[in-house]
T-cell receptor, first 113, second 115 residues
């Protein structure tokens, strides 16, 4: 079955620490990949997306993600986190054109000032 | 603001009540979606509408009834819900269901509590 896994449920970092959140997806044809963020009390916002081309994708707020096809991974990174990055992060995958957008269970990031 | 609005933002209802959730998108999109977000679980896709036609129904109980009167509006009619239906209900829209234009934009959600 098509699925997306986020292995870190809750990550706690201090400001200026580097961040990497894991995301793996099950294989199965063409895949488009997304990272969404949900700040406390706010709606889901798109951070970045990968459809094709350069596997290193840069998004908003200094985030980037790398699509590694051989590992079925799309990990999210940021070199130096800020307190304002405290939020829940969701990885999602769209398997094949017109398919369902499948979400991982989310990773809660807490950044200590 | 993503251009997708939802009302009400919070709703408390009894199991015998009938209520409706409303979603409106101001982005000129042709596809709209309902998701359910429960605590500690991934977002679950409930319904998909494309050009006002329902194209997906993910085994959602009949006590949830969607309606899409036009491409800008989407409703979720609720009837005789159960306490386990308490969750955040999210609406999303995308330009189309073709992959390159299928980035979904989410509304703020309706927090539903069923007593």
């Amino acid at each position: 079955a098509q699925s997306v896994s986020q292995h870190n449920h809750h990550v706690i970092l201090s400001e200026a620490a580097s961040l990497e959140l894991g995301c793996n997806y099950s294989y199965g044809g063409t895949v488009n990949l997304f990272w969404y963020v949900q700040y406390p009390g706010q709606h889901l916002q798109l951070l970045l997306k990968y459809f094709s081309g350069d596997p290193l994708v840069k998004g908003i707020k200094g985030f980037e993600a790398e699509f590694i096809k051989s590992k079925f991974s799309f990990n999210l990174r940021k070199p130096s986190v800020q307190w304002s990055d405290t939020a829940e992060y969701f990885c999602a995958a769209l398997f094949n054109q017109g398919g369902k957008l499948i979400f991982g269970q989310g990773t809660e990031l807490s950044v200590k000032p | 603001e993503t251009g997708v609005t939802q009302t009400p933002r919070h709703l408390v209802m009894g199991m015998t009540n009938k209520k409706s959730l409303k979603c409106e998108q101001h982005l000129g999109h042709n596809a709209m979606y309902w998701y359910k977000q429960s605590a500690k679980k991934p977002l679950e896709l409930m319904f998909v509408y494309s050009l006002e036609e329902r194209v997906e129904n993910n085994s959602v109980p009949s006590r949830f009834s969607p309606e899409c009167p036009n491409s800008s509006h989407l409703f979720l009619h609720l009837h005789t819900l159960q306490p386990e239906d308490s969750a955040l209900y999210l609406c999303a829209s995308s330009q189309s269901r073709r992959a390159a234009q299928e980035t979904q934009y989410f509304g703020p959600g309706t927090r539903l509590l069923v007593l």
